[in-house]
């Protein structure tokens, strides 16, 4: 999960794909409905491993031969920089068509680093590696897949929980956990054990997960 995301607004759901796939709009406000519609797609991003949409990010890593990027679908590198001990960028490579760095896997975003001694203007002898590497490249699933039923059937949803929560009612356990045990008048319900996702824990939550299973990659630096 990513600390930072870059949109503060929506970027795929509207009003009316959220009516469109069973949201309902009236008893909340223009202003909830836009904290709801973000909140869902950076719930769904953290879900997913990337961005709903192409976009240019930059990360900062500790120097390894084999990077994995904060966010998978990495559509191209744009550029590497080499910092050194004070953070300072003492030297710039231009995407990976260069014997300095390649994408070994645009899916996972997987970045290897090599040849970085000999003719490398970053190394000396005393330091042959850069202290951290910085990479702009620019990430998130390919145009048009965002708009796939099921990523708006599961941006909808994720965003009519938050709804809920802010509205103070509803179905949805407080803090979207998952409930055990329900019981209401002459009805009572004990469900098995839920597992925790980027969108709580509740059956609900279950449900947006299952929808975007197809897009999840757990992304793992062991596994390359």
């Not at 709009?25 to 202003?31: G, I, M, Q």
């Not at 014997?99 to 005393?126: E, F, K, P």
């Not at 990479?135 to 708009?147: C, D, F, K, R, S």
């Not at 709804?163 to 103070?168: A, D, K, P, R, S």
Request: glycine fraction near 8%.
């Amino acid at each position: 999960m990513n600390d930072i995301y870059p949109y503060s607004s929506p970027i795929i759901l509207t009003e009316d794909i959220f009516q469109e796939y069973g949201g309902v709009l009236e008893s909340t406000t223009p202003a909830q409905r836009n904290v709801a519609f973000v909140v869902s797609e950076q719930f769904v991003t953290d879900d997913i491993g990337t961005l709903l949409l192409p976009t240019i990010v930059t990360g900062t890593y500790s120097f390894s031969p084999t990077i994995l990027t904060d966010y998978g679908y990495v559509n191209r590198v744009i550029l590497v920089r080499f910092l050194d001990t004070e953070e300072d960028i003492y030297y710039t490579i231009s995407g990976t068509a260069n014997v300095y760095a390649s994408l070994r896997n645009d899916t996972y975003g997987v970045v290897d680093i090599h040849s970085m001694w000999g003719n490398c203007q970053c190394a000396t002898s005393l330091h042959p590696f850069p202290y951290q590497v910085q990479i702009v490249y620019e990430a998130g699933l390919p145009t048009g897949t965002a708009n796939n039923p099921k990523v708006l059937l599961a941006l909808t949803t994720a965003a009519d929980m938050v709804l809920n929560q802010i509205e103070g009612y509803g179905n949805e356990a407080d803090g979207l956990v998952g409930v055990d045990e329900f019981k209401n008048q002459d009805y009572s319900e004990k469900r098995h054990q839920l597992r925790e996702t980027a969108f709580g824990s509740s059956a609900r939550a279950q449900f947006i997960s299952n929808l975007l299973v197809g897009l999840r990659k757990h992304r793992y630096v062991r596994l390359f």
